[in-house]
């Protein structure tokens, strides 16, 4: 790493600053009275092996790259893929996927109304290496928040981060950019990570325990006679039925709310609770330890962590309208935006309601909510996936949904009325 140490003074003089300093785009420009040349552009390939230090090296060429382009008086470009346009439906995993055979690209140069865009790319390529050989994390709000006048909007970090990450072939925690978790969990759960800690996912009864990111999740531990997860779109139900008493009523169900569209941390979660009987500790992080619940049982390296037998049953509540169908298509066949990270979603999971087939049998007239023309959009939206479009159950739904002209959102309901509807 030295000798890359050295080369960095003439490209970026502070390349590794103590504290996260974005590139000043503006050195890039190219000197006055010149002729530009032809446009020379820098692809972003996937990283393979995705280890760190190859990770470091790739996109120190890639900066290394931009200042030769510009030092010669060429247009420089950047070619990423374009995330939506290659994304596909798997039939076989029952996921969304990125076409690594044939991936679609787009090209953004240096000129004209995407030199903006441009630098922001270049800029974050640059904090990704200062994290990436600082060993240390951000979230991208403080991306966002540390050179304000460098971006348009928070929404164009997220997607620059998403679109680099896409491009490497990696998923996100790897470029050592998290997300503020907002996801909340309360059953007999113990979650290890790497810091050495032991997340008692049953001691708060009133608020759950915060979800950690992903990436510092070594393992778990399930508590014997644990059968379900049961995921729920809001908050105010998730709080409303541990105010109940869901703890005493349903012991073997453990309960998980995104908050609304869920964040990546949370569906991570779900998704290896779906695989619990598989899930192994990560042999980079631990070799052994002891975990102490009432008995003492010394963990191997490799061995499964988790006391069930079989892996958990994951069942999805939302509301009954567009949006909440959306979300559960996202815990099941993972997101497009991030269709390349398939570690995301729950093939298995099964949306439990709320069903616009039984509306009419279960919920009072009055809590119906008529559909706007934006939500009637968005269910012909969904009705064109193919996910969607492969399965008659979902379609006889959502076209219920258009033909009664209604939806019904779940805080209509209080907790006891989900606890009841467990039973």
Known sequence: MSDETDLFPDLLPDLFPDELNLMDCKSLQPCANTTISPTLSVMLIPVTPPTKTLLVKHIFSILESIQSVMGRNHIPALQLVCRYKSTTFDSFTGKNSVDSANPKYKLIKRIGRSISTFDAIVSILKCIHSLLFTQSRCTKRDIYYRNIHQFRT??????????????????????????????????????????GDILDCCSNTTSG???????????????????????????????????????????????????????????????????????????RTMSDFEVEFGRSTEIELGQVLTTTESDLMVLVLVDGDPSGFEIYCTYK????????????????????????????LTIDADSLIPLTPHDRCKVYRLLDRNHIRSCKEYQRQLSRMVFMNCKCEIQEFSGVWVCEGLE
């Open 333 to 360: 066949f993972g997101s497009k935006s991030m269709a390349y990270n398939t570690l995301l979603a729950c093939p298995s999971s099964i949306w439990v309601g709320i069903h616009p087939t039984s509306w009419m």
């Open 154 to 195: 928070q929404k164009q970090v997220d997607e620059i981060v998403e679109d680099l990450a896409c491009s490497f072939g990696i998923s996100r925690d790897q470029l050592m950019i998290v997300a503020a978790s907002k996801g909340v969990v309360y059953g007999r759960l113990w979650i290890h990570t790497s810091k």
């Open 209 to 283: 325990t915060l979800i950690p990111n992903a990436d510092t999740i070594i393992g778990f531990t399930v508590g014997d006679g644990v059968t379900t997860v049961l995921v729920v779109e809001k908050d105010a139900v998730f709080f409303s039925m541990l105010q109940y008493g869901f703890w005493h009523t349903h012991p073997h169900i453990i309960l998980i709310t995104g908050r609304g569209f869920p964040d990546m941390a949370t569906r991570r979660l779900v998704c290896m609770l779906s695989q619990s009987r598989m899930y192994r500790i990560n042999p």
